[in-house]
């Protein structure tokens, strides 16, 4: 007998109902599972909450359920006696009534036949309120820089969406969210509405490829509503070819790949390097035919003053010959003056050695006679030179006056087309790469000039041209 144990419980480890319930609901969250069974009833009397039940399709069990009416209206389902559904939730026994129930968080129809039923049932509802018609999609930002993106980091979407993303200076911000299966509303939802306050251009919500019952989140009534009514575009890369999702369809823009999201944002961006390629050869090709013809203008403007010039120098050698010529005329007018001088001088001179050998005879008779006939004689001579003197003297006067004004109307000619007149009078000469500058066409900004004045030269940059 003394080996004996009582194992009842001890006086105590008595507790309250409500506290054996709290511990029994407490051991009860390990239990979440995914529950498939047959609507045998609903009630929709309650403003908080839906009660129904479920029993097996087999065999003689049946389960109470419960989900709060925030939650049954995010699943975006109408349940009726008779539906097939899969449930998810936690098992809960109420302390105020003690009733055990499954507090359910999804409900989804179960069968393919039931998913598409449901899913062209809220796609007419929809269509009809005009959530997919094409005035109500926007474009995307023309060149789109902050991006929202939600999908699950487990999968290869992310990898396959930043490889494929321009290095266009993209700024991503990601929310890791279940995108599988029914239970993925909640999460979608809040990432959602986290992004609504962040600011972000352009929403992408993307997941990889998957059978229809993996799409459920995105053919449900509140995400498809809170996309439709999210503050800037959204993006969808969901990845089912065959059937296209309602989230899909109320995005501005669906694609069926990450790739193809990346390439969509990539899009408005290579248009605008394929532009500016394009411009740049357009600009350079225009600068070039503009060169050309700058070229060409200023060849044939230099041919066109050299040839100028050229006639102005032809026209003033022209002149400067005629005027030589003149010149050359009168001083061998001169010449022949003077040669007319010197004879008449030389047939006076001849003419007194002969009268001095005829007199010569009678110098020793009449001494007086020959010195009076000889001062005559010299002073016959002395008045004869001095009228050839002077008239020469006025010839050479009137001569030099002349050639002295023809001298000085070739200096001025001269003067008046020498480019230093004009330096000193205030005017400057300027040279771009040993060109003078004739216009503003002529130079361009962050040329050096270089400038000749009348005592000099100095060396400028060009800041601006007008």
């Known amino acids: 007998m003394d080996n004996l144990k009582n194992n009842g419980p001890e006086i105590s480890d008595t507790v309250s109902v409500s506290d054996f319930l709290e511990q029994i609901n407490a051991s009860l969250l390990s239990h979440h599972g995914r529950i498939q069974g047959e609507v045998t009833s609903v009630s929709r009397n309650y403003p908080r909450a839906i009660y129904f039940t479920i029993k097996d399709i087999e065999k003689e069990a049946l389960l109470n359920c419960i989900i709060w009416r925030s939650v049954y209206e995010r699943n975006g389902v109408n349940l009726e006696v008779g539906d097939e559904i899969i449930i ?24 393919e036949g039931a998913l598409k039923k449901a899913y062209e049932a809220l796609k007419e509802k929809l269509s009809k309120q005009g959530l997919f018609t094409p005035e109500k999609k926007r474009d995307l ?12 980091k487990a999968g290869v979407v992310m990898q ?16 890791d969210s279940r995108v599988e299966g029914k239970d993925a509303i909640h999460e979608i939802l809040a990432s959602i509405k986290t992004f609504e306050k962040e600011d972000i ?7 990889g490829g998957g059978s229809w019952e993996s799409l459920q989140p995105f053919n449900t009534e ?8 999210f503050k800037c575009p959204v993006l969808t890369g969901i990845g089912h070819d065959v059937d296209v ?12 790949t990450p790739t193809a999201v990346a390439e969509a944002l990539n899009e408005s961006w290579d248009t605008l390097i394929d532009s500016i390629v394009s411009l740049e050869a357009k600009v350079m090709g225009t600068f070039k035919n503009l060169l050309v013809n700058v070229i060409s203008a200023i060849n044939n403007n230099s041919n066109s003053a050299l040839r100028s010039f050229q006639t102005t120098l032809a026209i003033f050698d022209q002149s400067l010959s005629a005027k030589a010529s003149r010149i050359r005329s009168l001083f061998i007018g ?16 001849g003419e007194m050695k002969s009268s001095i050998r005829e007199k010569n005879r009678y110098l020793q008779i009449t001494p007086s006679k020959i010195v009076r006939f000889s001062k005559s004689c010299l002073s016959a001579a002395k008045t004869h ?13 009137n001569i030099i006056k002349i050639l002295t004004n023809e001298l000085d109307a070739i200096e001025k000619s001269i003067k008046l087309v020498n480019p230093e007149r004009n330096l000193k009078l205030g005017y400057s000469l300027s040279y771009s790469n040993g060109k003078l500058i004739r216009s503003v066409r002529d130079i361009s900004v962050n040329d050096e000039v270089e400038t000749h004045l009348s005592d000099g030269e100095f060396t400028s940059g060009v800041k601006n041209v007008k």
């Not at 930002?141 to 699950?152: A, E, L, Q």
């Not at 509140?222 to 009514?229: F, P, Q, Y």
């Open 160 to 175: 396959d969406f930043s490889s494929n993303l321009g290095r266009y200076g993209f700024k991503v911000t990601t929310i």
């Open 141 to 152: 930002p023309k060149y789109p820089n902050k991006i929202g993106v939600i999908t699950s």
């Open 334 to 349: 001169l010449e022949r003056r003077m040669n007319k001088v010197r004879t008449a001088l030389q047939s006076v001179i």
């Open 201 to 207: 251009e352009v929403l992408v919500i993307m997941r």
């Open 222 to 229: 509140s995400v498809v509503r809170a996309i439709a009514n």
């Open 245 to 256: 999702t309602l989230a899909e369809l109320v995005a501005d823009v669906g694609e069926s």
């Open 385 to 397: 030179l001095s009228t050839i003197a002077i008239q020469i003297g006025s010839d050479q006067k």
């Open 88 to 111: 998810a939730g936690t098992p809960e026994v109420y302390p105020n009534n003690g009733k055990f129930s499954l507090k359910t968080q999804t409900i989804e129809y179960a069968g």
